[in-house]
């Protein structure tokens, strides 16, 4: 579909790149939702170092690591051509956990975190704007269309 192509970056990286790139734009694709989850969490995360919970910011990257091997022995035997995706899965739960375990301990409240993150969507908007419209004339320039 069209919503499919548009957010697909291996239809960017292939004629940047060449054909065997394909994969490698798939997997960003993939790993998108991890890095944005992990830009929001690990500049606060010293946080849990200042409030005195190292053995928390320790059972977090505990956990972290956990979850990652888990998916991935559970990929590799249930769907080993998508180990990849799980892992990149894996990254944003983790990171995802990690923002609410960090929020939790500096007692950042869901509407404060709620109308910081609001205040930048217009800047987000516009910019997966941009990139689907990219990505989508990538796509036809390489289609042949």
């Known amino acids: 579909t069209m ?3 548009a957010i697909h970056y291996g239809y960017v990286f292939e004629p940047i790149f060449g054909a ?3 994969r490698a734009g798939g997997l960003i694709t993939w790993m998108t939702p991890w890095f944005a989850l992990q830009l929001l969490a690990v500049p606060i995360a010293m946080s849990l170092h200042v409030t005195r919970r190292q053995r928390l910011a320790l059972s977090l990257q505990l956990f972290g690591l956990l979850v990652r091997v888990a998916v991935i022995v559970l990929a590799s035997l249930w769907a080993p051509s998508r180990v990849a995706e799980a892992y990149a899965l894996s990254g944003a739960v983790f990171y995802c956990a990690y923002l609410g375990v960090v929020l ?3 007692g950042v409240d869901s509407r ?3 109308r910081a993150f609001l205040a930048g969507w ?3 908007l516009g910019w997966l704007a941009l990139g689907a419209v990219l ?3 990538a796509s036809y320039m390489t289609s042949g269309r």
């Open 122 to 124: 217009r800047y987000v």
């Open 112 to 114: 404060s975190f709620q």
């Open 135 to 137: 990505a989508t004339a």
């Open 3 to 5: 919503l499919t192509t």
């Open 104 to 106: 939790w301990v500096t």
């Open 20 to 22: 065997g790139w394909h």
